[in-house]
């Protein structure tokens, strides 16, 4: 008996050494040792603090600058990462902070960054290991796919987005614009949040390109995704102990579950009824991307098959990735010209030009050069996508650095956005301008000055698709009203996953 209890007694206390063991590994040995090793190459940031890392510090930080409104200007990466702007003032260029026990090596040095770009196993590595918020939202899609499945995936979403079918897109896009224009009409108010408008319409629109003639249901999912999103980032704001999800849920756990499973149920729905009306893969008229998953599942010589789990993120990872950062474009877009009337004039006078007072076509789209560059400004000065996200799977040597495994890299934008040293000492300023000769001469041989889309393999799919929505949804604004920015705006940037205006943005409009 006695020596049944001395077992027993022994191996509890060996699982519980070995816990502990675990956990300091985790949570103080790597962070020392992650901590050693970088700035022995010089690089530096704010120290590790026990399981938090820097995140009540960062948190505190964004709090108070986002605490209050700020005057008109562009200079908002002191208001929008506060974090990043400081510690660049004291540990260089480029910092190793900590969220949680999870390094990340932020970079905002032009020279490191390209030499980032050239690593072709960093290109094609992304974000995956971001945390259970991300995964829970993102799911398996494609943004945090990696290998085989990515290829796949990605072969797929580009196929989805060819020339081809973004053309058969544009009348879907056109559809939504107007009934966004009709129910301005019918409410017939000079005052608008432009960004709630933009958010409902690009919703719409997304749901009739990823779910088709199943739109209605679409528009279900995509509001519970959206309520998913909103719990998201409150969530990623609060700090908890290791492990304490798994243990217990809070009211945000529970409902954020509730929501995962409503979605789960229509899609999974969605996807039975239509199995039957499976066409061929190459068939260009299945525009939407559903029928193109669809299609893609039944293909069995693939050797990535995709399961309705796989078709189920997908979708998801669609709608995110495809609704909210157009609506933030079109939301800074419209902000600026309402602030720059003399640019909203040319633009127009481009519109009338191209289509008179038709409906956009795609062969029209291309020849829009002012709006082109009214666009690519407003992506260099309040990118919608704030920060890029790699992360290192094994050690790798970029320049003069040895970079260890798991480390996080993140490319915040606004810092190469904002460079004087490329842009000049007018950055800060709205100059569509700069573009007249393309973005190539814009950026004066510096590829990673202007990054809206992000880089390499990785670089964001629906690029294409985006830009094409937003000058279908500006030029229809244009040849319906003029505009100028609402005195009720309050110039609020936040960070809020996305680059987002936290107080709306507020138009005037008068018809035409
Ligand atoms: C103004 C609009 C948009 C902006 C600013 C934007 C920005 C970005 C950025 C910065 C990335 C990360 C790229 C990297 O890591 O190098 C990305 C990736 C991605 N974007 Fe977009 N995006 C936009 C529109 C869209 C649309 C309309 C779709 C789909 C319909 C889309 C789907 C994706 C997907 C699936 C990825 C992940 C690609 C991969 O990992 O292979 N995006 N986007």
């Not at 300023?429 to 001469?441: H, I, M």
Request: hydrophobic content about 40%; aromatic content about 10%.
């Amino acid at each position: 008996m006695v020596t049944f209890l001395g077992v027993l007694t022994s191996l509890l206390c060996s699982i519980v050494l070995l816990a502990l063991f675990k956990f300091l590994y985790k949570f103080w040995w790597v962070p020392m040792h992650i901590t050693r090793v970088m700035s022995s190459q010089g690089i530096r940031g704010p120290p590790y603090s026990f399981i938090y890392g820097n995140m009540k510090e960062i948190s505190n930080m964004i709090e108070q600058s986002t605490s209050f409104p700020m005057d008109i200007s562009h200079c908002i990466f002191p208001r929008v990462q506060p974090h990043f702007d400081s510690w660049l003032h004291i540990y260089g260029k480029n910092i190793l902070y900590w969220q949680g026990p999870q390094p990340v090596l932020a970079v905002t040095e032009p020279e490191l960054l390209k030499q980032l770009m050239s690593v072709r196993e960093i290109s094609t590595t992304g974000t995956q290991g971001v945390g259970p918020i991300f995964n829970k939202i993102f799911g398996g899609g494609l943004i945090f796919s990696q290998g085989e499945k990515w290829a796949k995936q990605r072969k797929l979403a580009t196929h989805a987005f060819n020339g081809e079918r973004l053309k058969n897109i544009v009348p879907t896009m056109v559809e939504s614009v107007d009934m966004m224009l009709k129910r301005w009409k019918d409410a017939g108010t000079k005052e608008k949040d432009v960004h709630e408008e933009f958010r409902t319409m690009t919703s719409e629109a997304i749901s009739k390109v990823v779910f088709g003639s199943n739109y209605e249901e679409g528009k279900q999912i995509f509001q519970k995704q959206g309520a998913l999103i909103r719990l998201a980032a409150k969530q990623l704001s609060k700090i908890r102990l290791p492990g304490f999800g798994m243990i217990f849920k809070d009211k945000e756990d529970v409902e954020t579950d509730k929501l995962l499973a409503g979605i789960q149920g229509i899609i999974t729905k969605m996807i039975r009824n239509r199995e039957n009306m499976i066409v061929s893969e190459d068939d260009n008229s299945t525009t939407d991307y559903l029928g193109i998953l669809l299609n893609a599942r039944h293909n069995v010589n693939d050797n990535y098959r995709l399961s309705t789990q796989d078709i189920i993120d997908e979708c998801r990872t669609f709608y995110i990735a495809g609704h909210g950062t157009i609506s933030l474009l079109l939301s800074w877009a419209t902000f600026l010209l309402g602030m720059h009337t003399e640019w909203q004039e040319k633009a127009r006078e481009e519109v009338q030009e191209v289509f008179g007072n038709q409906n956009p076509s795609s062969e029209g789209l291309a020849r829009l050069k002012i709006m082109s560059m009214i666009i690519n400004e407003t992506l260099r000065l309040y990118p919608p996508a704030i920060s890029i996200g790699r992360k290192v799977q094994k050690e790798t040597h970029v320049g003069d650095l040895v970079l260890p495994p798991n480390l996080n890299l993140e490319i915040p934008l606004l810092p190469f956005h904002q460079d004087r040293t490329v842009w000049g000492e007018d950055a800060h300023l709205f100059k569509p301008e700069r573009y007249s000769e393309g973005v190539a001469n814009a950026v004066n041989s510096n590829p990673g000055a202007f990054l809206p889309f992000g880089y390499g393999p990785r670089i964001c799919v629906g690029s294409n698709f985006g830009i094409n929505e937003a000058k279908i949804t500006l030029s229809m604004i244009l040849q319906h009203y003029k505009f100028t920015l609402s005195p009720n705006y309050v110039h609020a940037p936040v960070q809020h996953l996305t680059l987002r205006p936290k107080s709306g943005v507020q138009i005037m409009f008068q018809a035409l």
